[in-house]
């Protein structure tokens, strides 16, 4: 099963409003990676926060961490046209075999100008 | 900056063929990592490779096989491709973090759509 999902799977906004999308994962983590990919292209990572983090920032972005409720957000504020894209949270799996980062199925965002 | 290149964007194979999908990194990195991406179905991680001549099979490893012979190379083979390994093919590299085996940042390249007829 996937370790981490986000919410909403699509969302639609005004250019200059602000998207917020949600990862739930299952199990412990050592981290959180957010990534984004424009429309048939690779994946960009964008930011990473560890467990021992809260809040980071980088530019208009904006990611929480709350280990307790197991969860993350990723806030775009002041969203643009040109991050329209899908966006992925990846955690590791502790506990298994072998470390390795596992990716939720993403959510689209739409941003109309 | 750090650059991934797949040698294709788009590859159209028959059924039965053998497929080659080479993944090429500048930058040195230990870590490299063949995923393909299905809708709805997010990433899976096929195979991966910490070292040279060194791999270890990812979540779907069936139907696949690697090579790491050179550092900044690492191939991914379809042995007898079949129609349901038609999907986007995306591969990574990382460097991994100073003092642990925990995860770094990944750099994809641009991937390869491979359709199977």
């Known amino acids: 099963s996937q370790q981490g999902e986000e919410d909403p799977q699509a969302l639609s906004i005004q250019e200059g409003e602000n998207a917020t999308m949600n990862c739930s994962y299952k199990?412990?983590?050592?981290?959180l990676q957010w990534y984004r990919q424009n429309s048939g292209r690779g994946l960009v990572h964008l930011i990473l926060?560890?467990?021992?983090?809260r809040e980071k920032h980088s530019g208009r972005l904006r990611v929480t961490l709350d280990t307790s409720k197991k969860s993350s957000s990723l806030l775009i504020t002041a969203s643009r046209a040109a991050d329209t894209a899908s966006y992925f949270c990846a955690t590791d799996a502790t506990g298994t075999s072998y470390d390795k980062v596992i990716f939720g199925p993403g959510t689209s965002l739409s941003v109309i100008p | 900056d750090v650059k991934v290149t797949q040698s294709s964007r788009y590859l159209v194979k028959r059924t039965g063929e053998k497929v080659f999908l080479e993944c090429v990194q500048d930058?040195?990195?230990?870590?490299m990592f063949w995923y393909r991406q299905d809708p709805g179905l997010g990433l899976r991680l096929i195979y991966f490779s910490y070292d040279v001549k060194m791999k270890e099979k990812g979540d779907i490893p069936e139907g696949y096989s690697v090579s790491r012979e050179k550092k900044e190379r690492f191939s991914l083979i379809l042995e007898s491709a079949s129609t349901n390994q038609t999907s986007m093919y995306l591969c990574?590299?990382?460097?991994?973090?100073?003092?642990?085996?925990?995860?770094?940042?990944?750099?994809f390249g641009n991937g390869t759509r491979l359709t199977v007829t």
């Open positions: 199990t412990s983590i050592n981290n």
């Open positions: 926060i560890r467990s021992n983090e």
């Open positions: 990574a590299s990382s460097f991994p973090p100073e003092g642990s085996s925990y995860n770094s940042p990944l750099h």
């Open positions: 930058m040195d990195h230990e870590n």
